[in-house]
Every structure is written in C-alpha cells, then in structure tokens.
C-alpha cells in the first residue's frame, strides 16, 4: 500500500529556510495524483500548507504563498517542501499526504488526504 | 476562506453511547465537499468519510457522515474504546481548503 514518510532537519532557526523531503512508496507519483503538505502547531489545528502534481503544477494556500516552494522528483519518488524566513510561529509538525482531484472544465479541485505520512516535527528556534 | 467551526469542543460520552459531532461551515460547502478525520496522540490524522457522507476503505460501518450546504455531522453509532480520539472536518470546495479546530472525544 501507499506509504509516504518526511524527513529533515527537527531545528531551523528564525529567518532561515525550512527544507522537507517526502518520500513515497509503494506508489509511482509519476502516475498521478495530487501529493500535499499539511501542518500541525502543538496542541493546535491542520492547516494546509500546497500541493503538487507530477507535472509539477503547484498551489499554495494564500496565506503562506509568498514563502512557500514545492518541488517534486518522479524519479526520485519525492516531493519537497521550502519554507522562506520561518518565525517560531512555523513550529509544527509538519504532514505529507497524497489527495485525488478532479478536472472539469479546466478548474482542478483537489479532494481530501489520503493516506498520511507519520509527521515531523520542526521547531523553529535559536 | 471557508471557516469551519466544531461543537463541542469536548464532548464527554461512555463505550457503547451514540455520538453526534458536529462542523458548521461560514459559507455553503460546495457539492458537499466536506470530510472527516480521527487524529489519536502521536499520530497522522485518518481519513473516515470523503463526501460528506461515504466512508473510506476500511472504516467500520459504526462511522457515518450526513449534512449539506453549511451543517454536517458525523455520527458514531456506539463507541468502541479505539474511538477516543479528536476529529477534524476539512471542507475542500472551495480554496484554499481548511480545517475545523477539532472535537475532542473523552472517555467519560
């Protein structure tokens, strides 16, 4: 079955960059899909971060849009997550989730999470 | 963006009880795009329901999903111990897609 599993580094310091990489398996990501980042303060919420398909399309919710990159890899089986001038306020456990979507009429909805990666934890301090 | 909000907040019951979690959306979720998550200490959320109200491979059929519009609810039938756990909706009708606060469900 589809397993997907985060890495990178559990501290980032204030101003810096916040790198994970997602790795997929048990699924070609070049096959299809929407491939998503989620994430989780302690104690707190999900909020949706973006997502990507295997063409590279990406989007990116608003509110994080101007500091967020994902990237993908197909041959690597991976998708990565850059996030830009991190604050502790980006302390979280951050989730990769692959999603179905659907195409009508030229506007992609992307659906729900399905399966989960386990999370990482990223603190965000000095 | 869409708000979701969840009631209660913590909601108390026994094994073997019925329970009734609720999400309210801020504005008409579209094409009932709206599913629900089981999130335990520790771990990845899970999805249960996709749809509003079809349930995902696995889930028990104690899990049920209903609602439309702005008013959803999901409904355990009768509590197993494995239940206890918070939930989350997530609506994905609209961008971006958002996340309710969650409802904490207890062991009374």
């Known amino acids: 079955q589809v397993q997907l599993q985060e890495s990178g580094p559990g501290l980032v310091k204030p101003s810096e960059t916040l790198s994970l990489t997602c790795e997929v398996s048990g699924y070609y990501i070049s096959r299809g899909y929407y491939w998503g980042w989620i994430r989780q303060p302690p104690g707190k919420g999900l909020e949706w971060i973006g997502s990507?398909?295997?063409?590279?399309?990406?989007y990116y919710n608003p509110s994080l849009k101007s500091r967020v990159t994902i990237s993908i890899d197909t041959s690597k089986n991976k998708f990565s997550l850059r996030l830009s001038s991190v604050t502790a306020a980006d302390t979280a456990v951050y989730y990769c989730?692959?999603?179905?979507?659907?195409?009508?009429?030229?506007?992609?909805?992307?659906?729900?999470?399905?399966?989960w990666g386990q999370g990482t934890l990223v603190t965000v301090s000095s | 963006e869409i708000v979701l909000t969840q009631s209660p907040g913590t909601l108390s019951l026994s094994p073997g009880e019925r329970a009734t979690l609720s999400c309210r959306a801020s504005?008409?979720?579209?094409?009932?795009?709206l599913a629900w998550y089981q999130q335990k200490p520790g771990q990845a959320p899970r999805l249960l329901i996709y749809?509003?109200?079809s349930r995902a491979t696995g889930i028990p059929d104690r899990f049920s999903g209903s609602g439309s519009g702005t008013d959803f609810t999901l409904t355990i039938s009768r509590l197993e111990p494995e239940d206890f756990a918070v939930y989350y909706c997530?609506?994905?009708?609209?961008?971006?897609?958002?996340f309710g606060q969650g409802t904490k469900l207890e062991i009374k």
């Open positions: 504005q008409s979720v579209s094409s009932s795009y």
């Open positions: 749809g509003a109200s």
């Open positions: 989730a692959r999603h179905p979507h659907s195409i009508l009429r030229g506007v992609t909805t992307l659906y729900w999470f399905d399966p």
């Open positions: 990507i398909d295997q063409s590279g399309s990406t």
């Open positions: 997530q609506q994905y009708g609209s961008s971006p897609s958002t």
